[in-house]
């Protein structure tokens, strides 16, 4: 069997930091495993700028991102396997995988990095009503057909969905002579990036129409007409506000599900928010010696924050090879109120940060850090909305006192 201090599963953004920082913290055999025949991973095919500003200092396209990273680790002994797909890991970190080149190879790692990023919902997963004609498909499918592949999927564009990619799409769409008649969101607020909703649609004149679904796709062999209907408080479509576009391609950008299936398999225990594995602050799962950092633990939205925490993932995982132990005291984390989801769930104690979304919208909020019903800190945020990650920093002192889990709460 080949043996490997650390196997990385994925060489996207987070992949390939990870990758660098363990190298740098003196981790000697690194292998990154990537199914694609390129690394990068979804960078490659996000061809608009907008990345970078944070870990790089300028502003790059995604491939000129994801090109950067591979440089760096082209500059050192890492080696990076493309065409190869991970099937199976196993508890004590033998990792299968298989390529046309090496056909079926099975590796010992001392160490495991998860950076397998993240899956598109469906259309089956939201149950969208509707005859099933071709020209229906999620914005991520629609991109690299047309970034990669150089196919315009369709002239007349309906988008569900306005998460970040569905803007992007829009965009994009538009640039390349589409006409985007609309994005429709169910929610009463948007889900994207205020940055992405001014450049993507504003500029282009695309509206969006809040608290609306999709209640009726109709076509033979194409797409021909999509109804969208307004939506009430509960979600449900309100009859006799339904709009007819004529319109032969949807797409759908309707959520993001970190691609956990192989550490869930290897008994990893998932978070049932995130989807993601539950971590401490190291990044390391459930199963001792197992990391996981980019999409595959929660969605981000920036990439710098992907490359910020696969650089924690990859120096944890050294400090795991070179026997560098936390505190034995390990402390839960607990979101309440507003909270959608908080990161990460467990936490020895160190000086280090949380990272959270909320569940809407909210002004003038207060956060309450607690243990045992005392308030150890009370921050204050004018505005927070979902589509934004936020982070608050922990002082190891205030852990070294805590002794039951520690508790934030979102106020409104
Ligand atoms: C459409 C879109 C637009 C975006 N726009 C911006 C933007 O403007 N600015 C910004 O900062 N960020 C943006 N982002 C976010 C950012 O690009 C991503 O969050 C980040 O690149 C994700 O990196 P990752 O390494 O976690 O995942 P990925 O890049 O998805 O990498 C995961 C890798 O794992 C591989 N893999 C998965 N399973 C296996 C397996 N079993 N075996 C082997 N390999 C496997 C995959 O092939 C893939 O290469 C955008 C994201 C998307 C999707």
Redesign the pocket.
């Given at each position: 069997m080949i043996k490997k201090d650390l196997v990385i599963?994925?060489?996207?953004?987070?992949?390939l930091s990870s990758a660098l920082a363990a190298y740098q913290n003196g981790v000697e055999e690194i292998l990154i495993?990537?199914?694609?025949e390129d690394?990068?991973?979804?960078?490659n095919?996000?061809i608009?700028t907008?990345?970078g500003l944070h870990t790089f200092h300028q502003e790059m396209s995604?491939p000129a991102y994801a090109q950067k990273c591979i440089d760096l680790v082209e500059q050192t002994p890492i080696e990076i396997q493309t065409s190869?797909?991970?099937?199976s890991v196993s508890q004590d970190r033998v990792v299968t995988?298989s390529s046309s080149k090496y056909g079926l190879q099975k590796i010992q790692a001392k160490a495991i990095v998860f950076?397998?990023?993240?899956r598109e919902r469906s259309r089956g997963a939201i149950q969208l009503p509707g005859t099933r004609p071709a020209g229906i498909m999620s914005?991520?499918t629609a991109?690299r057909y047309l970034n990669i592949d150089g196919w315009l999927v369709g002239k007349k564009v309906l988008i569900l969905g306005s998460g970040?990619?569905g803007l992007?799409m829009a965009r994009r769409m538009t640039l390349e002579g589409a006409e985007v008649v609309a994005v429709a969101e169910l929610m009463p607020y948007s889900n994207g990036l205020p940055r992405n909703l001014k450049q993507c649609l504003d500029d282009f004149n695309i509206p969006l129409y809040l608290s609306h679904t999709i209640t009726d796709i109709k076509g033979h062999h194409r797409v021909e007409q999509v109804v969208l209907s307004q939506v009430d408080e509960k979600l449900q479509p309100i009859a006799g506000t339904e709009k007819v576009f004529d319109v032969d391609t949807v797409l759908l950008s309707v959520g993001?599900i970190p691609?956990n299936s192989?550490l869930e398999d290897a008994g990893a225990v998932l978070h049932p928010r995130t989807k993601g594995p539950i971590v401490d602050e190291r990044c390391m799962t459930s199963i001792e010696g197992i990391f996981a950092?980019?999409?595959?633990l929660h969605v981000?939205?920036?990439?710098?924050f992907?490359y910020a925490e696969?650089q924690r993932a990859g120096k944890a995982a050294a400090d795991y090879l070179h026997q560098i132990q936390p505190a034995d005291k390990m402390i839960d984390v607990i979101a309440k109120g507003e909270l959608s989801y908080i990161l990460p769930q467990k936490l020895h104690p160190s000086d280090t940060k949380l990272f959270y979304r909320v569940k809407s919208p909210l002004k003038n909020c207060t956060i309450e850090i607690s243990c045992n019903n005392q308030i150890i800190r009370t921050l204050k945020k004018p505005a927070l909305i979902p589509s934004i990650m936020e982070e608050i920093t922990i002082k190891k002192q205030w852990l070294d006192e805590c002794d039951g889990p520690l508790v934030v709460e979102v106020k409104a």
């Open positions: 599963i994925g060489a996207g953004a987070a992949g495993l990537e199914k694609e690394a990068g991973g979804i960078l095919q996000c608009h907008g990345f995604g190869t797909m991970v099937l995988c950076a397998t990023g993240c914005a991520g991109q970040d990619i992007i993001l691609e192989l950092c980019g999409n595959s981000h939205d920036l990439v710098d992907v696969g």
